[in-house]
């Protein structure tokens, strides 16, 4: 398992704000808007400075695009390490911002990679669930996001993205064209106060139960 200082050094080189804006005006926002007739709303409850943790429902691989490309500003997600080793591959989601996570390395890297990733100035994403659902609904959410809340007291930014299932159905080799996709960007949530499980729990359903009933408003 690396060390921390190893997993700030490579927060530091990682991650290209410039060639982000780039990738996200000029690739991510034409497909969203003439491929999936992409609608935002909330834009306005995004904070552009400061510690931002940004939780969502999962439901497709297209998802960190998705509320990387809704925001106002760069959105970092973890990804594994082994994709960092590909040629161009790797050095493309560095710059976009993506933080590497050692498979079997446990809950303790990725928090100690996103925690990085924070200092580094990225809003970084969180997928409340941990792996994607069928439904897009959160029914199982995961307490990393609060734990990271703890440590850098960043307030958490509620995302729901509706109709991305269907975009990549399991079995299919090649995205669906012309799927309606929806975000809509909650209220924001004040980090935890403490680090007790029981409060941990709670802020976790909450931040679910608020992706959720914007999930629920559909298209």
Known sequence: METDKKLK???IRGGNHILYKMFKWIV??????VFYQERIYGSENVPLTGKLIVVSNHAS?????????CMGRA????????????????????AFGAYPVKRGAGDRGALRAAIGSIE???ATGIFLEGTRTLDG??????????????????????????GTERILPKGKKFPKLFQPVTVRIGQLIPPPEASDRATLEAYT???ADAVNEL???GR
């Open 9 to 11: 050094s490579k927060n």
């Open 28 to 33: 991510v926002r034409p497909v969203l808007y």
């Open 61 to 69: 691989d297209f998802d960190p695009l998705i509320v990387g490309s």
């Open 75 to 94: 959105v970092a997600f973890m990804a594994k390490e082994e994709l960092f080793k590909i040629p161009v591959i790797g050095q493309a989601i560095t």
């Open 120 to 122: 580094q100035g990225w």
């Open 137 to 162: 609904r959160v029914t199982s959410p995961k307490l990393g996001a609060a734990m990271i809340a703890v440590k850098t007291q960043a307030p958490f930014l509620p995302i729901s993205i509706w």
């Open 205 to 207: 359903q909450k931040c």
């Open 215 to 217: 999930h629920a408003l």
